[in-house]
């Protein structure tokens, strides 16, 4: 596999992991919780994930699709996520030939869907549910691994 696909699939998995702190423990309320009236709520901001996940292997693929799916329950877009994220996995990791340019695909949906990650930590702050801070650089994150099992942090702090 060349190091392009392979960058592109830790970078999966560092969003898998990092997602999975924002995901993982939050009060029942949570999927409704907005930092202000006209922000998305984070069942919203999970469900764009998904949308942007897929679109990756849309444009990866060289097909079309609907970007934009309704966003169900907290649950349901949990699962949607790490589906959407094995299914670009397992494709990038396979011999399927790249129908684009594989930096857009890391600095737009892919750096997209990151960024939605600090959203949702921020608003497990505003919540009253933080999640622990973390030293990322000595995470255990490891490609393929992209779903909600992930290994434990090696250093947090508060």
């Excluded at 702190?21 to 922000?39: E, H, I």
């Excluded at 949607?80 to 684009?100: E, G, K, Q």
């Excluded at 600090?118 to 650089?137: C, D, K, V």
Aim: aromatic residues 8%.
């Amino acid at each position: 596999m060349d190091q392009t696909r392979q960058l592109l699939r830790h970078a999966l998995a560092t969003l898998a992991y990092r997602a999975g702190k924002a995901l993982s423990g939050v009060p029942a309320s949570f999927a409704d919780m907005r930092a202000c009236a006209s922000g998305r709520s984070a069942v919203e901001i999970l469900s764009h994930m998904s949308d942007l996940l897929n679109w990756v292997g849309w444009l990866a693929r060289g097909e079309n699709g609907k970007p934009h799916a309704k966003p169900q329950g907290w649950d349901f877009e949990v699962t949607r996520f790490y589906t959407a994220l094995r299914r670009l996995d397992d494709w990038l990791a396979s011999d399927a030939p790249l129908h684009c340019d594989p930096r857009g695909l890391f600095q737009g949906p892919i750096a997209d869907a990151l960024t939605h990650v600090g959203q949702l930590a921020m608003l497990r702050r505003l919540a009253g549910s933080p999640i622990r801070g973390e030293n990322y650089f000595l995470a255990d994150i490891a490609v393929g691994r992209v779903g909600a099992e992930q290994s434990a942090p090696r250093e947090e702090f508060d």
